[in-house]
Every structure is written in structure tokens, then in C-alpha cells.
């Protein structure tokens, strides 16, 4: 296998970049999904549950490093977790070895998928605490920004590709008659 090319999101865009980025999407995305998902008529928005809200907010990041490690099943005895308290908890979930692209992609998908569609769903069913719900698919789309962003470069690699985590990145290797 040969490297067909590395990805480092965080140095290709930088960090201020990706706050930046992170912020447009958390604004584009509440906006959005706020017009389009409220009941017509307007509900009569609830704040009985705020503390549930706070909760979801602090919760929002491990569930989605969760099911990321879920969608690594097959795999778990090759995944590496790595916990760590900065300002706020940072979750690291490093592959030991190969995994195939569809693979790969897949598991970058699942929670934008996943957490997303239950977002909305809590959205269209209590319409009273659609507001909550907007703030934290914002905050989940903001979140998913950088696996969108390796997605992005993983679609144009070969079929056959495998990726593997290194520190300069993420390689993605292709059989040596490509």
C-alpha cells in the first residue's frame, strides 16, 4: 500500500478558521431549522424542562463521540480511547489499524445521522420545546463540521482505499497497482 494522500483538517484550515466556520454553521443552522421546523401556528414555547436543555448541552459531545465508537463496533479491539480535561472534555478515538473507506465514512456519518434525526423528531413532536431542540442541532451540525470535512475528502479517493491514522493524520492508502 502507498499513500495516496494525507489529511489534517486542523492544519489545512486552521483552528481560528474552523471556529469561524463552526459559528456559521451553528447561526445558519438554528435559523434555519427554527423557520422551518416550528408549528404553524406558533407553539407557545415551554421552559418547564430548562435544566434538561443544560444537561443535553454538556451531553451532546460524548454521545456523539459515543456513537461514533459504536459504528466502530467490528473494530473495537483496534480503537483507542483517549480522555482528557482542558478547558472543556475532549474525547479521542484513535484506530489502531486499517479500516476501508466505506467503513470510514460511515462511521464519520452516523452521529451527523443519527442525533440529527432524533433532534428533529424531539423538534416535530414537542413543538413546545422546539427552541431547545434548534439550539442543540445547531450545536450537533457545528460538532459534525469536521467529520463533514473529511468526508468531503474521502468521497473523491479510490474505491479500494483504506484509511489509517497517523500523526501527520490521516492516510489513505491505495493497493500498489493503482
Given amino acids: 500500500m502507498h499513500c495516496w494522500k494525507t489529511i489534517n483538517v486542523q492544519r489545512e484550515y486552521g483552528p481560528t478558521r474552523l471556529a469561524i466556520l463552526c459559528s456559521i454553521i451553528f447561526v445558519i443552522v438554528f435559523s434555519f431549522s427554527f423557520v422551518f421546523l416550528s408549528p404553524l401556528p406558533p407553539a407557545i414555547y415551554n421552559d418547564d424542562f430548562i435544566w434538561v436543555f443544560f444537561i443535553c448541552i454538556f451531553v451532546l459531545y460524548p454521545i456523539?463521540?459515543?456513537?461514533?465508537y459504536y459504528s466502530l463496533f467490528n473494530y473495537r479491539k483496534n480503537v483507542k480511547i483517549k480522555v482528557r480535561?482542558?478547558?472543556?472534555?475532549?474525547?479521542?478515538?484513535?484506530?489502531?489499524?486499517?479500516?476501508?473507506?466505506?467503513?470510514?465514512?460511515?462511521?464519520?456519518?452516523?452521529?451527523?445521522?443519527?442525533?440529527?434525526?432524533?433532534?428533529?423528531?424531539?423538534?416535530?413532536?414537542?413543538?413546545?420545546?422546539?427552541?431547545?431542540?434548534?439550539?442543540?442541532?445547531?450545536?450537533?451540525?457545528?460538532?459534525?463540521?469536521?467529520?463533514?470535512?473529511?468526508?468531503?475528502?474521502?468521497?473523491?479517493?479510490?474505491k479500494e482505499a483504506v484509511i489509517e491514522e497517523t500523526p501527520k493524520g490521516y492516510e489513505i492508502l491505495v493497493p500498489p497497482n493503482f
Fill in 64 to 68: 456523539h463521540k459515543l456513537v461514533h
Fill in 85 to 158: 480535561f482542558e478547558l472543556i472534555l475532549i474525547i479521542n478515538i484513535r484506530i489502531k489499524n486499517m479500516i476501508p473507506k466505506k467503513r470510514y465514512i460511515f462511521t464519520l456519518l452516523s452521529p451527523f445521522l443519527i442525533l440529527n434525526s432524533a433532534l428533529i423528531m424531539v423538534t416535530l413532536f414537542y413543538p413546545q420545546y422546539s427552541h431547545y431542540s434548534c439550539i442543540l442541532l445547531a450545536m450537533h451540525c457545528s460538532i459534525c463540521l469536521i467529520d463533514l470535512l473529511f468526508v468531503i475528502d474521502l468521497v473523491g479517493a479510490p
